[in-house]
């Protein structure tokens, strides 16, 4: 194959573009360049936790590296302390607000920081009164309410260990965390609304119960307002307000105690509880929503994300309050009760800044850009992750908002995202995930581990602890050894292929297990999509590997089209693109066009059920986390013909 049609130079070639002026923010530009002069990563480190409230100063700032270190030993702090009463205790910021939610029905509620202390301390000492003391582990199982933020800085407040359980998980999802986990205590609201359908959370929590025979008792918040009858250990998340009017104070915990843990997927074994620390995890997070998304005066910053994916606490509970921002929060679904909800809640809460996954901005996009334009939004920045970003559809947001779209990477594990182009600063490029942000060392290397030089790709490492990467998985260090540092021993592999550019920009091609070979030629599923979703009649698209008796593997492409294009010519041009742009190797041995592709409640593709489709004609794994059955079930159709 000549250069010219070597997928990864094409993938990689997106030219360099400097911000214009009046995107850019002189005084952040001039702060980044004074921290990437530190030394060190752990001066970075040290600069970071100096902005942070101490209850006892840390005597050392690290601790080991590599698999076991620590982080701030000697100190005492507290999250909820940082994120919450450091604001309602200023005069200047004590009426700012704080949260601002809106449900799908339409009600509507805002906190302000000094509100937000109130109900946080009185919830914590009812907590108290229900039993729960520090290290005690309570589960959340709710959608994006209010209440998900007051509990998890109750929790915070108190010294318990919270976990978030997606609000779309079903009984044995739900069961199987909570004796994982080993919570005593859940906090639930009765039913959640979604795409105009009332969820029962309630019914689902108790049918739950019997396979998780630790939890002693459930909170209840009524979201519905039908003051649901309570049995036995079930009481009111507004009596517990009641019984702990007096509040409590904030308890000084060691920086390395476990604050949280969030469960990875449990497809093909029992889920992981990675476990992230109360310091570490504050000082992180802060330093990332104080980068990636640039707080400026004025700012309303909505999340748009589930509370039971990480980037949720991490930009909006913890990293965005920690930083004193607006947060804005939705419940529903953006294109319920029509597809101008997204645009609505723009304007009605006056939002400034958007974290969405790329998945988002492709539904906008197939929406229109005539919806875009009679919905006109006040937007400085739109950040994403989640999932790989396309050229196509950052061109599209680009240019349909005019605002820096910020492409981030991170996973679970590391709590943060951690390469990204900093907001107001860095240079932007197309679909990579720019340089690193300081306190982060990383490198990619071939299966040997040894460094591959730019344009190759290879396996993504991290080479160096920061606060927010993951310390254990809960009750079993020795799984968090063998998968995380057991391939290249003494650094963390992502499981993710990267390559760097000549401009020294990153780009994630995607999980390993995504790369597909193909009659003995490698390639990566994204680099196939990025060639199918360039077709201007497709929406989005997924690629996945199957196995061929012949070929080992060949890859298939699912698509979703915008109006009034032809199913058959797209699929047709789709793979006579496929074959001109990347060889004939990476020829698509079908495409499917489908109505909808199966996602889970944060945006991404369920590629892995696609898989099931074609290769088991039905789902073999976790089907919890998807959001609507009805997509799955119309790709089904599709693969079935």
Known sequence: MSESTDPLAALIAEPLRALPQRWRIPEREAELGHVRG???????????????????????????????????????????????????????TRDRAAVVWEGEPGDTRTLSYGELAVEVSALAAGLRELGVSRGDVVAIYMPNLVEAFTTIQACN????????????????????????????????????????????????????????????????????????????????????????????????????EPAFLIF???????????????????????????????????????????????????QAVVGGLACGMTIAC?????DTPSTSRFYEICARHRVTKVLMAPTVARMLRKFGDDLAAAHPVAL?????????????????????????????????????????????????????VGTAVPGHDWVVVDDDGVEVPPGVKGNLVLTAPFPTLARTVWG??????????????????????????????????????DVINVAAHRISTMEIEAVVTAHPAVVEAAVVGVPDPTKGTVPIAFVTLGP?????????????????????????DRVHVTTALP???????????????????????DTSAMEDRSALDATAAVVRG
């Open 264 to 314: 990875t997927s449990g497809t093909e074994s029992i889920p992981k509880g990675v476990v992230h620390s109360v310091g570490g995890f504050l000082v992180g997070t802060w330093a990332n929503a104080y980068w990636q998304a640039g707080r400026q005066d004025g700012d309303v910053y909505w999340v748009a994300a589930d509370v039971g994916w990480l980037t949720f606490p991490i």
């Open 38 to 92: 530190f030394g060190t990563a752990d001066e970075y480190w040290e600069w970071a936790a100096s902005r942070q409230r101490w209850m006892r100063p840390w005597e050392r700032l690290r601790t080991g590296g590599l698999p076991d270190f620590t982080y701030f030993d000697g100190g005492l702090i507290n999250v909820a302390d940082n994120c919450v009463d450091r604001w309602a205790e200023d005069p200047v």
């Open 157 to 256: 407040r108190i010294g318990a260990v919270y976990t978030v359980l997606f609000a779309g998980f079903g009984e044995q999802a739900v069961g199987s965390r909570l004796a994982a986990a080993g919570a005593s205590v859940v906090v639930v609201a009765d039913a959640s609304y979604r795409r105009g359908n009332r969820v029962e959370l309630l019914a689902t929590l108790r049918a739950a119960r019997s396979r998780a025979p630790s939890v002693r008792a459930t909170v209840v918040v009524d979201r519905t307002g039908d003051d649901t009858a309570l049995t036995g250990g079930e009481h009111r998340y507004a009596d517990l307000l009641t019984s702990g009017a007096a509040g409590c104070d904030a308890v000084a915990l060691d920086p390395n």
């Open 599 to 621: 996602k889970t409640r944060t945006g991404k593709i369920m590629r892995r059920l696609l898989r099931d489709l074609v290769v088991h004609g039905e789902p073999t794994g």
């Open 330 to 334: 939705f419940e529903g679904a953006l």
């Open 564 to 588: 009034g294009a032809g199913p058959g010519d797209v699929a047709a041009e789709v793979g006579r693109r496929v074959v001109a742009e990347l060889g004939g190797y990476a020829r698509l």
């Open 380 to 432: 400085s920045l739109i950040t994403m992750q989640g999932e790989p970003l396309d050229a196509d559809t950052f061109a599209w947001t680009t240019r349909t908002f005019d605002v820096p779209v910020v492409n981030a990477y991170g996973q679970t594990e590391t709590g943060s995202t951690w390469t990204y182009p900093v907001a107001g600063v860095e240079a932007l490029k197309a679909g990579s």
């Open 476 to 513: 079993d260090h020795q799984r968090y050894l063998d998968t995380y540092f057991g391939r290249f021993p003494g650094r963390y592999a992502t499981h993710d292929e990267a390559v760097v550019d000549h401009d020294g920009h990153l780009w994630v091609l995607g999980r390993a297990d």
